[in-house]
Each structure stands twice: as structure tokens, then as C-alpha cells.
């Protein structure tokens, strides 16, 4: 492998700025900022075209951030092109609606589908398109109603609003939690307005660090390169486009009707082991190498052939390389730990099932494995944990797996903060610039006091975000400045001010403190505000992470571990505490991936917020109207260990679960406790980057230091404690093809069909599972299983590696 190449490929590290280029190109990094320089702006940066790659001759270089963003993404605008019609809204509710509903009915369900993206994008290019067909243009009426054509930004529009509305709020799961679990549901209305508000409070935040973790260039956000690339195929040049969505409508149609073999008729191929099939009784196979049944085993070099497994949470082709080569690392070293924790015996690990996330009383009679711990006969009647009855039953005791898992959580969280003050200081150090004592003490100045008195200060619909001159030949100036960005700056698109965002916060923020003393939450009003100054913390450092890696670390255990030294006894308060923080940073770090949709597509700032706004709060209406109709028809089902395989109450218990087990926190995972290494490893992942870094200084030129990146190895080395594991390891060697060889060797049919081929393969395979969850799934009230046969395997594992009947 060329190391330089593979340093600069991902341009995850400020330091990488730095270096000389070997061979300086058009398209690199430094290229473009002269150009930029040069013409004090974008007057001379080049305007790529699919067309231009494809008849372009010699060497091409995809080495950093802004040769991907000029190179794959078209940087032309047509400022003319309205968003702003009768047919976006429609469209975008309509679809806004669907998410939201999907997306909390599946919280219910035994299995999960995520509404993605390019499902989005391509059940609203089908509106779009039949509605600019069918719809008369003659007439105010036919004008309103359809005035052009379906254009791009329309499009986006669209897949932003609806993007907006499709994530489940947690809330809903708390209040169904209280509901179920503590006798009644909260105050209604300050349910629902708390739902909203939770939704929209890392929203606000989030969109006032915008300067630092959505314009810069670094900030790809690498997960949007599909959609950008499929919106640019159906709207832009449509005659030199026709072969690209030629191929993209054969994908998309191959993996559609591919995707009923697997998930119907033929489940062994989401996942099978040659090992397994060679021996069959054998439960150390079962646990190294099956994979297919959740919680079955680590799946080790197993083939799937299903990509709604692959790429569950994201297609491998558009994670960039590094984080691919972290993840590949941490999961090796995942299946080494596991192995050696649970056949050492530690933490009592043989006690316990293999793979599991439960609670368990060391005092079961089960012959095999240890009962599961009844957290009935610990809570007082006010739902406080009484510590004579904990001291009676004992504390919870828990699989090694899962021990390990939240080990290696824990010291990725830490570690993280410290890769990116030593790598990507530069990047984040805006995110808290405000704090300087000149800031602070203009705050209680006379003039802030007067801004503060001034009653047109709070008609913030008032400011329309004009920049003088200065401001807009400083962003065009700036080198570090996203190149679309700078289109969107020099076409005089006005800016969403601050402000806007502000009082979106600050909204939020009143709603969450007064709703949360109403509902009787047990979080008190500094618990609050701790948690915002949390969710601003872990936005600045998760956020810039995600956006410039693309991957998305899991803080919510963390979060419940804070929460449980902080609210002990307390587990409602821990619940809400994980929505404040781990549901607030995933909303921002969305909403924040969908503004720099918006960017590319060159979507103006204001239909964003817009949009965006409309979605949450809509999406956060019919959430929680759907939770209180699932909760009131299927009570029992949902308090069930088991649930049916219609409905199910896992999420619930799960999350009431861990809300009384870190409430337990001290007497589990103190110092000198039973599990004192989960409180360790908050030491060890701030330690471990440090070596690596000192060792990038001392040799700058071996890239390995500062290609290895601990927080992610951290978390991939407790990736697989639940779920289907049989597919991790295709998903790698897919991303390998992709990231690494197209990339590298053939980088013309990289930038025309990477991006092309992954959004195919996940529209048709995403519209096949839909419409199987409703049609045999389950989904629309009765299931409809495929009949037994070799291949089908019901009764037991699907890749038919030995099977532990005592619950394993």
C-alpha cells in the first residue's frame, strides 16, 4: 500500500494540511484554495461535470475532502430554480408523515426498519415526477399547483423535510416507559410539548456551530454522497445523464427483486458459516463463527449475501477508508476479547449466555444460566430503588460480553476527545472561540444590556440575513470554507441568521425545564442545564467526528453512567437525562448532515430551516399520537418478555432496564466494585492516543501514527455484543473494493458509479423490505412466514450452526 496516499486519503487530521503534496494537482486541496485566492473567491474555481470526469484524460487525485466535493458533486447553481411550491410541501408532509408514523410503529416491532434516505429520495422523485405530468399548467389554479417542472431543489426540499420527521423521538419511549412501568402516563400536554422540544433543542444548538461543523470543507459528511449523486442524476443534464440512470434504475431493479431470496425465501444467505455447516454440534462454532439469529454468535468470516444486512446502517462504499481500516481493527480485536473473556471465565462470564444485554440474579436455579434479574422487587412506591431490598437480592450481575462492550465504550469516549484536540484542533477550536473574557465581559456590558431592553430584538423573523460586502469576500476567502458553500455565498443567498436558531434553542429550553417539573420526571433544574452543557460538548467533538469520519459513536451508556452518579436512585431522571443528551446529539448531528445536503444541492439556507422545522415538530406530533394508540391496544403484549412476533416491548424494557440499573451505578461499577474496569476504561481511552501522537510528532513521516484513530478501534472492539453479526465482514471487504482499490487504482469509474451504484443498491433493497414488512413480515397485522425447508430454517439458527435450547 503507498503510505503517503493513504494518509492524505481520508483527510481526517488537521496535521495533514501541513504536509508538501508530491505531486500538486488541480484538483488537490491546495489547488483549489489558490484558484480560490486568486480570484478573491469562486470566479476562477473549476466547475466539474460527470461529463467533464469522463472525458477527462490522465491522472486523477481523490485525496482530501475537497477533491470528493468538486469532483463527485457538481459545484453549478441555477439560482433561479424555486424550491418554493405548492408540490414541495405536499410531497414533503405527505412523506413527512409516512416517516414518522413508520418510524414509531417500528419501535414497537420485533424487527426494525430504519426510513432512509434513499428510500426518501426515490418514493419523492415518483411523486414529484407524476405530479409535474399529471397536473394541468393552464389556469391560476394548474399554475399554483404545478409551475415548472420537478427540479432538484424541490427535491431536496422534500427529502429534508421528510429526513426531519422520520426519526422516532425517545421521549415517546419514556413517557410509554411511565406509562407501563410507574402506573400512569405524565400530564399529557406536557408530553407532547416535550417531545417537540426535545427534538428541536439539538437542532437549535447545532445550528448555531454551523461555522464549525457545516461549512468547512473537512465536514463532508460522507453518508450524504449517495443521495447528492442520485439527486444530480435525475435533475441535472438528463440526455448526458441517461446512461448513469440507466444503470442505476438496473441496480435499483436487480436488488429489488434479489432482496426476497434472502429475506423470505431463502434466509441462509443473510448469513452462513462454512465452519458451521461443517459441524454442526458444535456451540464454540456457534459462538466464533454463526451470526445470522441475533445474539447468536460473533459471525466470524461468515458471507452474507443480503445487503439489508451489509448495509443495515450505512453502505460500506461511501465510509471512507480510514474509518474502515479503524473499524476492521477494533472488530478483529473484538472477536479475540469476546472469545477469551467468556472461555476465561471472567466476571463469572460461563454463567451467563454468550451474547446478551440483560440483567441477571446470580441466585437463579437454571441449570445452565443464571435467572434474570426482577427489578420489581427493588423499587419503593414512589420508583426510587429501596437499597434493603438491593442489599437483599444483590446487584445485577451481567454477561462478560457486555462488560467488555461497555469497557471499550467507555474508553472510545474519552479517547475521542483527546484524538481530536491533538489531530483536529483546528477544526473544532471555533466551536468554543465565544468563550474569551472579551466575549464574556461584553455579555454584561451596557450595550448588551440594551440589546437585551430592546423590544425588536425578539422579532427574530425580522432579521433576513444579509451579509455586507466584507463578510461575503471573507467566506469567499477562506480557504478551509466548503466550495459549495462559497456558490451559495457569491449567488447572494441569504443566511439563516444565528438568531434563528437561537430562540429555537432557547424555545426548546423553556418547554424541557417547565414540562419536566409537571410530568414529575424526578430531574431537577440543574440536571437540565448539565445536560445542555453535555449536549453542547458532545456536539462539538461527536458532531465534527461524525461529519468528518461518518461515523456515529453510540454515547448512550455513557450518558446513563453520568446519569446514574449524578440522580442516583433515580431511573426516571436517568431516562430523561439519555433524551437530553444521547437523543438531542443525534437529532443535531442528522439535522446538521441534512443542512449540508442542502449546501451541495445549493438549496437556499432559509427553505432549509424551514423544512426542517416543519418536519420535527410534525414528525414529533405523530410520534407520540402513534406510541399512545400502540401502548393503549397492546398493554399486555408490550410488558410480555416475549412479545409476538407482530408487536414486541423491547425497546421499553430495555431502556427501563438500563434506567434501573444505572441508577445502581455506584454499588456495580465503583472502584473496588464488581465491575470496576467500566469506570477504568474512562482513564485508559484518555491515555492511549497520547503515545500515537508523540510518536506522529517524533516521526512525521511514518503514517501510521496518525492514521489510527483509538476512539474508533474502541468502540468497534465491543461492536458485536448484539444483533446479527453474520455480514460485518463482507461489509468490510465491500468497503475495501470500494474506498480502496476503485478509489485508488480506478478513480474515473470511482467518481461516476461509487457513489451511483451504493444509492441503487440500497433504494431497491430498501423498497423490497418494506414492502415484505407489510405484505409476510408482520407489519400490517399478520405475519406470514415462509414454509420450513433447508434453506428456511424456522426452528432453529438460519445458517444452521448448533443451536443452545437451554438459551443461549
Known amino acids: 500500500m503507498d503510505s503517503p496516499k493513504v494518509v492524505a486519503q481520508d483527510n481526517t487530521t488537521s496535521d495533514d494540511s501541513k504536509k508538501e503534496p508530491s505531486t500538486p494537482s488541480t484538483h488537490s486541496k491546495d489547488g483549489i484554495n489558490e484558484k480560490a485566492d486568486e480570484a478573491g473567491g469562486l470566479s476562477k474555481l473549476p466547475v466539474y461535470t460527470h461529463a467533464d470526469v469522463e472525458g477527462q484524460q490522465g491522472e486523477i487525485h481523490l485525496e482530501t475532502a475537497a477533491d470528493i466535493v468538486t469532483q463527485v458533486i457538481d459545484l453549478d447553481d441555477d439560482p433561479n430554480m424555486n424550491p418554493w411550491t405548492f408540490r414541495m410541501f405536499f410531497i414533503g408532509m405527505g412523506l413527512s408523515c409516512f416517516g414518522a408514523v413508520l418510524s414509531e410503529i417500528y419501535e414497537f416491532k420485533p424487527q426494525v426498519i430504519y426510513v432512509s434516505l434513499m428510500f426518501l429520495t426515490v418514493v419523492a422523485y415518483a411523486a414529484g415526477e407524476a405530479m409535474s405530468l399529471l397536473i394541468p399548467r393552464w389556469g391560476p389554479i394548474g399554475r399554483f399547483l404545478n409551475p415548472h417542472p420537478f427540479n432538484m431543489k424541490e427535491h431536496a426540499a422534500i427529502v429534508i423535510m421528510a429526513s426531519s420527521a422520520s426519526t422516532s423521538a425517545t421521549s415517546t419511549i419514556v413517557v410509554a416507559a411511565q406509562k407501563l412501568y410507574y402506573g400512569k402516563y405524565p400530564n399529557q400536554g406536557a408530553a407532547v410539548f416535550i417531545t417537540m422540544a426535545t427534538q428541536l433543542i439539538g437542532y437549535g444548538l447545532a445550528g448555531m456551530m454551523r461555522r464549525t461543523l457545516l461549512w468547512p470543507t473537512k465536514m463532508l459528511y460522507p453518508e450524504n454522497l449517495p443521495i447528492t449523486t442520485v439527486l444530480e442524476t435525475l435533475h441535472r443534464d438528463k440526455a448526458g445523464s441517461r446512461k448513469r440512470m440507466k444503470v442505476f434504475w438496473i441496480i435499483f431493479s436487480i436488488l429489488l427483486v434479489w432482496e426476497l431470496i434472502p429475506e423470505y425465501l431463502f434466509t441462509m444467505l443473510i448469513g452462513f458459516s462454512i465452519f458451521c455447516l461443517a459441524d454442526q454440534k458444535s456451540l464454540v462454532f456457534t459462538n466464533l463463527f454463526g451470526g445470522t439469529n441475533g445474539n447468536e454468535g460473533l459471525g466470524f468470516l461468515s458471507i452474507s449475501l443480503d445487503w439489508n444486512y451489509i448495509a443495515g446502517f450505512g453502505s460500506p462504499l461511501w465510509v471512507p477508508l480510514q474509518t474502515l481500516t479503524n473499524g476492521l481493527i477494533g472488530t ?277 430551516f424551514t423544512t ?7 414528525g414529533a406530533l405523530l410520534n407520540y399520537v402513534m406510541m399512545q394508540s400502540i401502548v393503549k391496544d397492546q398493554t399486555e403484549i408490550l410488558l ?71 476512539s474508533i478501534i474502541f468502540w468497534y472492539m465491543g461492536y458485536l455484543v448484539v444483533g446479527s453479526n453474520s455480514s460485518v465482514w463482507i461489509y468490510f471487504a465491500i468497503g475495501y473494493l470500494g474506498q480502496w482499490y476503485f478509489r485508488t487504482y480506478r478513480p474515473q469509474q470511482f467518481i461516476k458509479w461509487n457513489y451511483l451504484v451504493s444509492a441503487g443498491m440500497d433504494g431497491g433493497t430498501q423498497v423490497m423490505v418494506f414492502l415484505l414488512s407489510f405484505a409476510v413480515a408482520g407489519a400490517s397485522g399478520v405475519a406470514r412466514p415462509f414454509p420450513q425447508w433447508w434453506g428456511n430454517n424456522i426452528a432453529g439458527n438460519a445458517d444452521r450452526c448448533a443451536y443452545n435450547t437451554a438459551g443461549e
Open 332 to 608: 478483529v480485536m473484538c472477536v479475540v476479547m469476546f472469545m477469551a473473556l467468556y472461555y476465561g471465565n471472567i466476571w463469572q462470564g460461563q454463567d451467563f449466555p454468550f451474547l446478551s444485554q440483560e440483567l441477571f440474579n446470580m441466585s437463579g436455579t437454571n441449570a445452565t444460566y443464571q435467572a434474570i434479574y426482577d427489578q420489581t422487587l427493588i423499587l419503593n412506591p414512589d420508583n426510587t430503588i429501596n437499597d434493603a431490598a438491593v442489599q437483599a437480592l444483590g446487584s445485577p450481575w451481567l454477561t462478560s460480553t457486555y462488560v467488555f462492550s461497555l469497557i471499550s465504550t467507555n474508553a472510545g469516549f474519552t479517547g475521542n476527545f483527546v484524538h481530536m484536540f491533538l489531530w483536529n484542533y483546528a477544526d473544532i477550536k471555533n466551536g468554543w472561540s465565544f468563550c474569551t473574557l472579551r466575549n464574556i465581559q461584553s455579555i454584561f456590558s451596557l450595550a448588551s444590556l440594551k440589546y437585551i431592553l430592546t423590544p425588536s430584538t425578539y422579532f427574530f423573523w425580522r432579521n433576513m440575513g444579509k451579509r455586507t460586502e466584507e463578510e461575503k469576500q471573507a467566506l469567499l476567502d477562506d480557504p478551509e470554507i466548503d466550495p459549495h458553500y462559497k456558490v451559495i455565498v457569491q449567488n447572494n443567498y441569504d443566511e439563516c441568521p444565528s438568531s434563528w436558531y437561537f430562540f429555537a434553542f432557547l424555545a426548546s429550553f423553556i418547554t424541557v425545564m417547565t414540562c419536566l417539573y409537571i410530568i414529575n420526571s424526578t430531574l431537577p433544574w440543574w440536571g437540565v442545564i448539565f445536560a445542555i452543557i453535555v449536549l453542547w460538548i458532545l456536539l462539538l467533538f461527536f458532531g465534527a467526528q461524525y461529519a468528518i469520519t461518518g461515523f456515529q459513536f453510540n454515547v448512550s451508556t455513557v450518558m446513563q453512567t453520568i446519569a446514574g452518579y449524578c440522580f442516583p436512585r433515580a431511573p426516571v431522571a436517568n431516562m430523561y437525562f439519555l433524551v437530553l443528551t444521547y437523543n438531542a446529539l443525534q437529532q443535531g448531528q442528522y439535522l446538521l448532515r441534512d443542512l449540508k445536503l442542502a449546501q451541495q444541492t445549493k438549496l437556499s439556507p432559509k427553505c432549509t
Open 612 to 618: 426542517q422545522i416543519i418536519g420535527c415538530v410534525f
Open 640 to 710: 410480555s418478555a416475549e412479545g409476538t412476533a407482530i408487536w414486541s416491548g423491547s425497546q421499553i424494557q430495555s431502556i427501563n432496564s438500563n434506567g434501573i440499573a444505572w441508577a445502581m451505578a455506584p454499588e456495580m461499577f465503583s472502584f473496588g466494585q464488581r465491575y470496576q474496569w467500566v469506570s477504568a476504561a474512562y482513564l485508559f481511552g484518555f491515555l492511549l492516543p497520547v503515545p500515537f501522537y508523540i510518536m506522529h510528532k517524533i516521526f512525521p513521516k511514518q503514517w501510521i501514527w496518525s492514521y489510527l484513530n483509538m
